[in-house]
């Protein structure tokens, strides 16, 4: 297992950005395909973008892109995603969600794909 821990969130005014972290503890991430998943008030978890061992592939849902950027640097153990141009809708928690995945460079959208997940982050957007 990968002991996974989501910082970054908060209370903000759409329009503003927020940058999440996803830090790893006492396991690298080196080999992990990561993604990011947010379950707002009332829905199911839906996924928003996910990135390769590597850093060199990277997907993300539509109703994200061009906004949300996902990154890593695994010399911090660390994924990230930069959320720009926050909306009200973006209002969920948000999870972090890893895959051992070398040597494959895939990206992953589902669930149950993930091996282990952290315990989220709350992002509150507000009119």
């Known amino acids: 297992q990968v002991p996974l821990v989501e910082s970054g969130g908060g209370l903000v005014q759409a329009g503003v950005s927020l940058r999440l972290s996803c830090a790893a503890s006492?396991?690298?991430?080196?080999?992990?395909?990561m993604g990011w998943f947010r379950q707002g008030p009332g829905k199911e978890r839906e996924f928003v973008a996910a990135?390769?061992?590597?850093?060199?592939?990277?997907d993300y849902a539509d109703s994200v892109k061009g906004r949300f950027t996902i990154s890593r640097d695994n010399a911090k153990n660390t994924v990230y995603l930069q959320m720009n141009s926050l909306k009200p809708e973006d209002t969920a928690v948000y999870y972090c969600?890893?895959?051992?995945?070398?040597?494959?460079?895939?990206?992953?959208?589902?669930?149950?794909?993930?091996?282990?997940w952290g315990q989220g982050t709350q992002v509150t957007v507000s009119s």
């Open positions: 006492g396991r690298t991430l080196r080999f992990y395909s």
């Open positions: 969600a890893a895959k051992r995945a070398y040597p494959s460079s895939n990206t992953y959208r589902k669930e149950d794909e993930y091996d282990d």
């Open positions: 990135i390769s061992w590597g850093g060199g592939s990277t």
